[in-house]
């Protein structure tokens, strides 16, 4: 049984508690992200996503983590800087959180219950694991950390089509 993300909410890195049911009828991309990992470019390709997709119901939200070798060590307000000098990143950020472990976000407890990776297991390997929620807020698919933004267009275009 799929559960519904739209119950759920996340503090902004404005420190804004943002709803999940303000995105009720979108297709919404959750990553968690970080400033410092071989994989810190896909934010560029993740932007590209945002642009491309955004104006037909698509959004992003980035969660920063520093759970994967201390990779987002800056500030909620450093990180924001970082992602919009180096990547001109526009789509939202949430305050820094735990994606696995005893802290984790209530968010990504769903995705990754809802979403299982290879072989059936829940945790979070790496940074920049990506999971598609649909319009309804049930998640789509989960997509691994090497896995580039870009291959993602046919699933988000499929899911945007969607009733």
Not at 25 to 39: M, Q, R
Not at 67 to 86: K, Y
Request: hydrophobic share 35%.
């Amino acid at each position: 049984m799929s559960s519904n993300l739209h119950s759920l909410a996340f503090t902004s890195n404005k420190g804004v508690e943002v709803a999940l049911s303000d995105f009720t009828g979108k297709v919404v991309l959750f990553v968690n992200t970080a400033s410092k990992c071989g994989y810190t470019p896909q934010y560029e390709g993740l932007e590209s996503l945002y642009q491309k997709y955004n104006s037909q119901g698509f959004e992003i939200i980035g969660f920063p983590c520093d759970q994967f070798a201390g990779q987002e060590p800056g500030s909620d307000v450093e990180i924001e800087e970082f992602c919009q000098l180096n990547f001109g990143v526009s789509f939202p950020l949430s305050t820094k959180v735990d994606v696995n472990g005893n802290n984790t976000h209530p968010i990504f407890e769903i995705l990754k219950n809802d979403a299982p990776g290879i072989l059936g297991t829940k945790r979070i390997k790496w940074n920049f694991t990506k999971f598609l929620v649909g319009k309804d807020g049930r998640v789509i698919k989960r997509f691994a950390t090497a896995t580039k933004p870009a291959a993602l267009s046919a699933d988000i275009e499929k899911a945007l089509q969607s009733a």
